[in-house]
T-cell receptor, first 115, second 113 residues
Framework: GAGVSQSPSNKVTEKGKDVELRCDPISGHTALYWYRQRLGQGLEFLIYFQGNSAPDKSGLPSDRFSAERTGESVSTLTIQRTQQEDSAVYLC?????????????FGPGTRLTVT | GQNIDQPTEMTATEGAIVQINCTYQ??????LFWYQQHAGEAPTFLSY????GLEEKGRFSSFLSRSKGYSYLLLKELQMKDSASYLCAVRDGIKAAGNKLTFGGGTRVLVKP
């Protein structure tokens, strides 16, 4: 079946502009995660959605970052007033739940470049 | 919180064996994952350990010692296509954390002919 998809694949924006990144999880997956990966570094957790529970926003680096999820489907990560340090690949992942062994399936990512 | 350490880079020869170590210091523990990430691509799942011991899956094996906060990923019979970054990730033991993973910085493995 279809995997996790993300759009756009690449985004170049000017400093100070707002951007929206989209994630379509695997159908039926109740859990959705956003991560950020700077060049040559590991993944940095941003936010986590599980079903109808309140999202875990503990990884969001500043109040310029926010995310929403519609039910158990699409999620949007919004970065307001972008800064050059926001340049990174933003990865979305989904899993079938949050208990026991639940492999996360990653999308291809959105490469964000802030000029 | 979590602190996860792994070497930055390793080089090995085609056909050889490479062991990638990962140490972690956590406030809780509920499983350790290894992911493979080729340059410019998304991470893909390799292995999962929650109990002490060795998990073998073909050419790849992963080991966990919870008392030592230590894991390793063993890659045998290296192939050129194994050149990639290998990410160690720990799942927090706190229930509210759900399935959230904390990743190490990744180990870039270069396989040479």
């Amino acid at each position: 079946g279809a995997g996790v998809s993300q759009s756009p694949s690449n985004k170049v924006t000017e400093k100070g502009k707002d951007v929206e990144l989209r994630c379509d999880p695997i159908s039926g997956h109740t859990a959705l995660y956003w991560y950020r990966q700077r060049l040559g570094q590991g993944l940095e957790f941003l936010i986590y959605f599980q079903g109808n529970s309140a999202p875990d926003k503990s990884g969001l680096p500043s109040d310029r970052f926010s995310a929403e999820r519609t039910g158990e489907s699409v999620s949007t990560l919004t970065i307001q007033r972008t800064q050059q340090e926001d340049s990174a690949v933003y990865l979305c992942a989904s899993s079938s739940g949050d208990r026991g062994y639940r492999e996360q399936y990653f999308g291809p990512g959105t490469r964000l470049t802030v000029t | 919180g979590q602190n996860i350490d792994q070497p930055t880079e390793m080089t090995a020869t085609e056909g050889a064996i490479v062991q990638i170590n990962c140490t972690y210091q956590t406030s809780g523990f509920n499983g350790l994952f290894w992911y493979q990430q080729h340059a410019g691509e998304a991470p893909t799942f390799l292995s999962y350990n929650v109990l002490d011991g060795l998990e073998e899956k073909g050419r790849f094996s992963s080991f966990l010692s919870r008392s030592k906060g230590y894991s390793y990923l063993l890659l045998k019979e290296l192939q050129m296509k194994d050149s990639a970054s290998y990410l160690c990730a720990v799942r927090d033991g706190i229930k509210a954390a759900g399935n959230k993973l904390t990743f190490g910085g990744g180990t870039r493995v270069l396989v040479k002919p």
